[in-house]
């Protein structure tokens, strides 16, 4: 597999509002994202791509797919670490930060992730198929166009993004995963469904 070289962040000149408002999203997640505008060309994808280079690596659970904090408070881990936590076989790991990209025509199944009912009716216990919030937990989610994406993923993202957590509800079955990360939005002034007050 061939590594993808970005171009680096310190090199992007003139976009100097756009850069610290991503670094200031990274720093604190709770700032809740960034909304990034500007003609095609200006940068924006670039900036968010080498800006997840340039971040330290990650302390996570060996085997997560939520990449848990191993130092996290028990409350703060998925199921599973939850039990590898108990039982006292949590193995720590080094990876880089993700960076998730969200597609356009992606459904709220690919989004939140869904629900093994088949396992849950013969085996009994509860199985998610993670989605892109489930990758995206520690790191960047990062949406090009969000204008044109449908309303109802937009609230599911906000609602995740707000909350930190995202619950799967499914035939009477509920499932919840840490869902920590920045969101950023790109979209272009100029396309005709960008709206400006």
């Known amino acids: 597999m061939v590594k993808r070289i970005n171009f680096p962040f310190t090199a992007i000149l003139g976009q100097d509002k756009m850069k610290m408002a991503l670094i200031l999203?990274?720093?604190?997640?709770?700032?809740?994202?960034?909304?990034?505008?500007g003609q095609q060309g200006t940068g924006k994808s670039t900036a968010?791509?080498?800006?997840?280079?340039?971040?330290?690596?990650?302390?996570?659970?060996?085997e997560c797919v939520f990449s848990c904090e191993?130092?996290?408070?028990?409350?703060?881990?998925c199921d599973e670490c939850r039990i590898k936590h108990k039982n006292g076989t949590l193995e720590k790991i080094k990876r880089s930060m993700p960076i998730v990209d969200l597609p356009l025509g992606v459904t709220e199944d690919m989004?939140?992730?869904?629900?093994?009912?088949?396992?849950?009716l013969t085996?009994?216990?509860?199985?998610?198929?993670?989605?892109?919030?489930?990758?995206?937990?520690?790191?960047?989610?990062?949406?090009d166009e969000i204008n044109l994406l449908q309303d109802h993923i937009v609230d599911v993202l906000l609602d995740s993004a707000a909350s930190g957590v995202n619950i799967i509800e499914r035939?009477?079955?509920?499932?919840?995963h840490p869902s920590r990360f920045v969101l950023v939005g790109s979209m272009n002034p100029e396309d005709p469904t960008f709206i400006s007050n």
């Not at 999203?25 to 990034?36: E, H």
């Not at 968010?48 to 060996?62: F, G, I, T, Y």
């Not at 989004?111 to 849950?120: H, T």
């Open 111 to 120: 989004v939140c992730g869904s629900l093994s009912i088949d396992k849950v």
């Open 171 to 176: 035939e009477g079955i509920s499932v919840a």
């Open 70 to 77: 191993p130092s996290s408070e028990i409350e703060d881990l």
């Open 123 to 143: 085996e009994g216990i509860r199985s998610l198929h993670p989605g892109l919030l489930a990758k995206a937990n520690r790191g960047i989610l990062y949406v």
């Open 25 to 37: 999203n990274v720093i604190d997640p709770q700032i809740s994202g960034v909304l990034l505008t």
């Open 48 to 62: 968010v791509r080498s800006l997840a280079e340039l971040m330290p690596e990650l302390d996570a659970v060996k």
